[in-house]
């Protein structure tokens, strides 16, 4: 980080300023992520009963808005240097992007390998994944600075990547936001467990007051009522439920209410004076 803002100095690029602008942020995010996985590990608590699972969606939406903001920054002072271009030394922007895409190359290689379905790494990779487009922007732009003296070519390419990493930035933040906003998780069709559980145990006549959500991407939750036949054993209902759930939909914490004849809210609500 340290030569890319010795040699953007000195060179005058912009992308390698930008490059070691979003290393800097990098540092800050990329520890942020690291405590926020620490702190996902402790146990749940009376005040917290879900424990702090939240804490990585939380640090991926903090990531993702911040990046959004230095994209604004990259962007303003791209159009800064389009209106008014100025030099740039292409020889020492080149060695210097060389020697930040080797080191990013290995940190992309490191968290790529266990990424998977957790948003607090996805969004840490996010921000590596910037640093290695910024330098490879770096590289072509010095080569054509080298081959042709178009300076215009620092600034474009650098648009270029803060625009890749706008859409990137967006997903995470768009996602994080949705687990934070409890939304129904994209691989939970409502529609589908309701039709599953009355297709499938004979003794289900209504399936209602569905909620789905999630603690974190790998971690759906479910609530839902289900009104069974009077005749039929409240306990093997459940267990049939739970079945279903688990195997059809991969739900393994779920939480089922079992009504004999008709919704114990309804009821409840009913009888409640005006």
């Known amino acids: 980080m340290l030569v890319e803002v010795a040699g953007g100095i000195w060179s005058g690029s912009l992308a390698l300023l930008?490059?070691?602008?979003?290393?800097?942020?990098?540092?800050?995010?990329?520890?942020?992520?690291?405590?926020?996985?620490?702190l996902s590990r402790?146990?749940?608590?009376?005040?917290?009963?879900?424990?702090?699972?939240?804490l990585q969606i939380l640090a991926a939406f903090l990531n993702g808005v911040f990046f959004i903001f230095i994209v604004g920054w990259i962007l303003y002072e791209a159009a800064h240097r389009l209106l008014q271009p100025q030099p740039v030394i292409g020889g020492v922007m080149l060695?210097?992007?060389?020697?930040?895409?080797?080191?990013?190359?290995?940190?992309?290689?490191?968290?790529?390998?266990?990424?998977?379905?957790?948003?607090?790494l996805r969004a840490a990779l996010l921000h590596v994944m910037g640093d290695l487009l910024g330098s490879l922007a770096a590289i072509v732009a010095a080569g054509v600075i080298l081959l042709t003296g178009w300076y215009p070519v620092d600034p474009l390419l650098s648009v270029l990547v803060a625009l890749l990493i706008l859409v990137s930035a967006w997903r995470v933040v768009r996602q994080s936001t949705h687990i934070l906003l409890e939304g129904t998780p994209p691989d939970v069709d409502v529609k589908r467990i309701r039709e599953a559980l009355c297709r499938q145990i004979p003794a289900v006549k209504d399936v209602h007051h569905v909620h789905a959500w999630s603690l974190t991407p790998d971690r759906p939750m479910l609530t839902l009522h289900v009104t069974i036949d009077e005749p039929a054993n409240c306990r093997d209902v459940l267990v049939a439920v739970k079945r279903v759930l688990h195997d059809e939909f991969h739900i393994t914490h779920s939480t089922v209410q079992v009504e004999p004849a008709s919704c114990i809210d309804e009821i409840t609500a009913d009888e409640t004076p005006a």
């Open 95 to 120: 060695w210097v992007a060389v020697i930040g895409l080797v080191v990013n190359l290995l940190a992309f290689a490191l968290l790529h390998r266990g990424h998977g379905h957790n948003l607090n």
């Open 42 to 54: 402790r146990p749940a608590d009376e005040l917290r009963s879900y424990g702090y699972h939240r």
């Open 18 to 38: 930008a490059d070691a602008g979003h290393m800097l942020t990098d540092t800050a995010s990329l520890a942020l992520a690291w405590l926020a996985a620490r």
